[in-house]
């Protein structure tokens, strides 16, 4: 008998976990905030965040891996940062409807 998986959800591209970490980042370890934020933030490969956490390229790897997943735990728990994409796509559709009034010479 073959055993269906349930496919893993996507993973979230570039800016979603950049979001992610801006928005949950403060719950992560100092440890962990770091290899994000070099990782994230100043684009980072793997290598190199080995070499600057003095540990093996898996280490490093894992270590990003683990907080990203618990980021991406949060978001699913608490939603934040879905509601700051839902809030701004409600401001940029209020600034489209202020710029077209604005735009009719009134």
Partial sequence: ????????????D?????RLFDVYGGVLTDHQREACRL????DWSITELAEHLS??????HDLV????AQ???LEVRL????ELDR???VEAGLREQVHALGGRGT
Avoid at 2 to 11: D, Q
Avoid at 39 to 42: G, I, R, T, V
Avoid at 79 to 82: D, I, K, V
């Fill in 1 to 12: 008998m073959t055993r269906f998986r349930t496919p893993a959800p996507a993973a979230p």
């Fill in 14 to 18: 570039h800016a979603a976990r950049q």
């Fill in 39 to 42: 990782h994230l933030d100043e």
């Fill in 55 to 60: 540990c093996t390229r898996s280490g490093a």
């Fill in 65 to 68: 891996r683990r907080a990203l």
């Fill in 71 to 73: 980021l991406e735990n």
């Fill in 79 to 82: 939603g934040l940062a879905a």
């Fill in 87 to 89: 809030r701004d796509r």
